[in-house]
């Protein structure tokens, strides 16, 4: 029975990490695309690049919310002291990650609102 938890386990964290990367790939496709059709030919105002950059961030946001859950099943079940440990420092290390990165859209999302424009 514990093996057939671990198989299930190490398959949806196996899915979570595809779904992590395809979420920063698609964003980092769209934010590219954005960037090209505005910024290349100088249209655009820093305001649109504050929302590509917020887009982008999000998406990136996003993946490392997935990533955090793909490895937190990789070491549901059974785990050791060792494993525990470098599940802490990975999951630590994407959670300051993200909480800078959240705070930076923050940042740029009430510099679009003071501009007057919605976001």
Request: charged share 20%; proline share 2%; net charge negative.
């Amino acid at each position: 029975m514990e093996e057939l938890v671990k198989t299930a386990a190490y398959y949806v964290a196996l899915a979570a990490e595809a779904a992590a990367v395809l979420i920063i790939v698609i964003g980092a496709l769209r934010a590219l695309s954005r960037f090209f059709t505005c910024a290349v030919p100088r249209r655009c105002a820093h305001n649109e690049m504050l929302r590509i950059r917020i887009q982008l961030g999000n998406a990136l946001s996003l993946g490392l919310e997935f990533l955090i859950g793909a490895d937190i099943l990789k070491t549901a079940v059974a785990p050791s002291w060792t494993d525990l440990g470098q599940l802490a420092a990975i999951v630590g290390i994407r959670i300051v990650l993200n909480f800078f990165l959240m705070r930076e859209i923050e940042h740029e999302q009430d510099e679009i609102r003071e501009s007057g424009q919605s976001v």
